[in-house]
Every structure is written in structure tokens, then in C-alpha cells.
């Protein structure tokens, strides 16, 4: 995308849009090399931080200037201009709605709740400007069914301690009240709570267990996906083994149990993905839509399978009650769906 732009303010980057104001303007010069190139897809390129989302919002709301003067989103550079971001993005106030949708609970008490999540729900709404967005989700559910829910996490997450993928099912905390939710914030943060998953994934691993330690952060190209590729990202931490090995019909699969010591985000399903064991499903790490047979002599033979999510289920929780101290622990066996499949895969 040509030279990098020089800054003649502010920080090594523009802060994100959750923070309410600038400390000052930030401005840049654009280099004569990026002359050509639409004002919105520079800023795109040039803020890694920041998403096309944000961009236009920014470009709408007049943050973005040229010599003083709001330019659209189209705007042809010539090289040579100052772009000035003069503030953030400013959001109207989100808020989730209760919503009578059925929910797997698993353990609840008067400080927090185990529950099942299943696969195809988000946790949270997202901030865009839409309400669709923040409907349906497992906050929805836990408004309807529950009198209370910390409220550390906002109006738009409100008892959400950690999260799991829309695709990925299986047990997740949440926390009723504000000081239920602190202790069990800080035992994520020290680790000490201990997350399990089954995951299935192409090929055969090389070794009966291993763990995967490559920094994650968010892919530049495609924003919607996480890539180990990027200097500078998260550190992240994934332990497998094999609890299975297939070789059957439709060729060769490893069923794994995966344990995270971080929580970044899509953290299995990318560690997989990069050691070229992405997740049954994963189209997003290159698992492929359908799974053809491999045995050719079949009277199945050309018949193929696919799954319509992730096979990816967090069936494990151990951590120590956040108020009373007992250590809890819950299993959730797979569900049917993936039930399905797995005896189909493993099929000679």
C-alpha cells in the first residue's frame, strides 16, 4: 500500500473505539506513492487497529478531515494531503432486551449460573447500528430467565465473565452479581480456571499430544479471521491430545481434547488451523464445506458429508466457586450433531 504514512502527532497508533476522546488530534501525511488510492481503504490499511466499520463511521461523522474540509468515503488521494482524525466514533448507548428463547442450564445458584450454550448463538450482541444485531443472542436468554446479572460487563453483555465462538457449543459461566463476576475475572486472569474442548480435525497428528504457543492476532486481509502470521500479536497457549485417531471412509481425522491457558480470540480453531489440523467445519481455517468419501470401492462411493458448524464443543469447566471457594467442576457430553458425524467419519 506504498510508503507508511508519516505522523506528526499523537501515539504509535489511533486508540480504539472504545475509548470516549483523543488526549489531541492525530494527523498524517500521505506519500506521493499512495496517490490513486480511496480515502476510506488508505485509512483501512494505514489502522490496523481500527475496522472498515469504524472508518466510515469516522469519514460520516466529519472526524476525518483534508486541509480542514470532510471528505466522502470516495475521495481520490492525490499524495501530499494531512488527514486529520479530530475524535472517536460516537455511539448511541447500547443495551440488550430480554427474550424468551430456551437455555440449557446446567448449575445455578444465587451468585452464578453453568450454562449449556448451543451452537449457532452468539454470547453478545455486536455494536453496530442495526438492532438485529443484538437480538437472539445468549444475553437475550439470561435476561428473560434471570432476575439479576453482573453488570461489570455493560448493558450490552451484562453477566458475560468469558465467551465462546457462535459455532463452538458447550458450558460457559455466568455471573449474577457484580462481585461474583470480579473473583471469577481474576481466576481467568491468573488461569486458575480450567477450560476443556473435543475438537475433530483433519489428518493424523504427528505425535499423541503437543501444545501450540504462537502469538494471535487479527488477519489485515480478512478482518473476520485471526492469524498466527503477524509479529506483535497476543500471546496464546494451546495444549492437545489425542483422544482418537480415525482412518475410515471419508479418510483420516483426529478426535483431540484441547485445554487453553489464554482466551484469544477463535484461539483453537486458528492454533489448528496454522499446524494444518484445521477444525471439521472451520471453513473459515481452511477446513473444506464437504468432506468427500476416500474409499473409492464403496457402493457409497461419491457421496459426501459436511456439518453446518464448527466441531469444536467445550465440554469441561473446573474453577472454584467465585464467593464460597468449593471447587465446581461440569462435563457436557457432544451434541447429537456431532454426534452424527463422528460416527459417519468413522465409518470403514
Known sequence: MGNCPKRFSGSSQLPNYQITQLPHQ????VPASDSGQRLDQWLVAHLPDISRVRVQQLIEQKKILIHGHSPKPSFRLR?????????VVELPPLKAFPEDIPLGIVYEDEDLAVINKPSGMSVHGG????????RGTLVNALMYRFSGLSQLGGDLRPGIVHRLDKETSGLLIVAKNDKA????????????????????????????????????????????????RRSGGRQALTHWKILRPIDGAYGKFSLLEVKIETGRTHQIRVHLGSVGHPVVGDALYGAPREIPRAIKNSTEQGQSISLARNFLHASALEFRHPLK??????ECALPTELKKLLAQIEKK
Open 127 to 134: 455494536s453496530g447500528k442495526d438492532d438485529a444485531g443484538k
Open 325 to 330: 471457594g468449593i471447587p465446581l467442576k461440569f
Open 26 to 29: 492525530e494527523t498524517f501525511l
Open 79 to 87: 499524495g501530499g494531503e494531512e488527514i486529520t482524525i479530530t475524535g
Open 181 to 228: 463476576h470480579r473473583k471469577l475475572a481474576e481466576q481467568f486472569l491468573k488461569r486458575e480456571i480450567s477450560k476443556t474442548y473435543i475438537a475433530l480435525v483433519h489428518g493424523g497428528m504427528s505425535a499423541a499430544n503437543g501444545s501450540i504457543n504462537t502469538p494471535i492476532s487479527r488477519d489485515l486481509l480478512r478482518r473476520t479471521r485471526m492469524t498466527t
